[in-house]
């Protein structure tokens, strides 16, 4: 077991100026914002675990808890076998850390030269750990900026090289907190093949948080869905993916204003609203009932279509939906 | 022990890239070494010779030791510690496997030793052609001198470290932060030998690790405390130490666990 975490939870106090008039504005009140509540799950060697949830879900909370710098407001937690908190340089040595927001290289140095500072501090002897960084550069094609001051790495070649800094003691466990934020397409792809590469060459196990859902798709093959601090689902991609189908979204511009009524749609399709005054429409449908072909042809049939895209539930959307489904 | 070989010589390197500050830092230090200097002597000569054992040459001496060492002890501060607490960078720090006083320790070590070279030496070749520097002529002093210097600059670093990490239990430490600049920059020795403070303030003084970051490696290295001394001051440098190491882990580990890590 890699990750065991058991009614773990974290709350915070903020700060709020006093509402009312006049003096009762500088009476400061304080809030409970419970951040993380009573989560429970655990964590196989060798799993890819994606952990989804919009913003302020509590995810990085979570992994905060799980890496050791931030202590629970209550509940037990063991990453590696360790406590996190307590252990916290111990487990330091195991784990892998990637935040996507922050960077754990020497900014003012060659990236190259952030690895002998690494691999010392993993005591571990440069027999062991240039290998492994030769393999490592070669992998994230980082060669062609070895040289270049961190500082002055693009979002993606930097990336690169920090999820190559988390792997370079290769840890049991690398937890990577919104790894591709802010990447274009190629550079997400290249570092998705990386880590799924090292989870099958090397079986580590994975944890990583992500507003894309195509992260969790090309990686992971369990879900952790988080809502308001609160598990919301856990369980394989498939079953997310089939809620996930449940709603796709069809919007619609007429060639001249149609009132929402006028609609006459088919069964398992649901109007969502007008904009435009009654120029575009939004249609949920279930593609599991319904095509996209049909729906468009029952539509045509209505009113002369100008345009119309498809949408795919976002992580939000679909987080909502597993949340009023598991109520 | 390792990685903090690695983090100083990184950081020997990091600090190696900004040569051009270094050099007008080393510009700097020696104008106000000079206005120093004068204002010293013309109150040494007004006073008829000498004030508080000083006389004109001793008191320029003192004057550009001070200037030399002080970038090397990292006088001004670094609130790098608390500006990561701030933006939330502390994590990347506590998710190291190493000490974090001790790493940033390594750090200002590696960039005292940078600093040595193009911000110490400029000022005492200035103050030897301008006013002239009165140095023992025995190698004791130097050596012990030099152990009192790495006590100071690793004491001088503590006092900083303890208010960066105050950053862990407020948002905003400028206030302790300019209120320590004061006490240090009186209390240290740097506007004047604290030898030349009323006795009451001499002994507030002395009950604060202030003297022990910069009168104490100026007066060894000046010579004007003799071995037994001079061994003296060390050791309470070392005392001073103890303690204040002390201080800074109990901080981490209590600060730690109240810290709550900003940002996502």
New interface residues.
Partial sequence: MIIEAEQLSRSFTVAERGMGRGWARLRRGARTVHAVREVSFTVEQGEAVGYIGANGAGKSTTIKMLTGILVPSSGQVRVCGLQPVPQRQALARKIGVVFGQRSQLWWDLPLEDSFPILGAMHRQPESRWRPRFQELAEQMALGPFLGTPVRQLSLGQRMRGEVAAALLHRPELVILDEPTIGLDMISKESLRRCLDFERREHGTTLLLTTHDMSDVQRLCQRVLVVDDGAIAFDGPLTGLAEVAEARRTMVVDFSSPLPGAALVLPPGAVHLGAEAEGIRHRIAFDPRQLSAAALLAAVTATAEVADLSLHEPDIEDLVRQLYTSAR | M??Y???AK?SF??NS?YRLAAFSGAFTNSVFGLIRASLLLSAISTAGGTIGGYSAVEAATYVWLGQALLAPLGLFGSAELAGRVKS?????D??????LTASYWAQDVGRAAFDILPRGVPPLVIGALVTGLSLPTTAGPYVLGFVSVLAALTLSFLGFFVINLLSFWVVEIRGYWMLYLVLMNLLSGFLVPVTWFPQWMLDFARATPFPSMLQTPVDILAGRTDGALSLALVGVQLLWLAVLLAGTQLMVRYG??K???Q??
Avoid: C
């Fill in positions: 390792r990685a070989w690695e983090l990184s390197r990091r890239t939330g960078d502390i994590a990347v506590l998710s190291r496997s190493v000490n730690s666990r810290l709550v890590v940002g996502g």
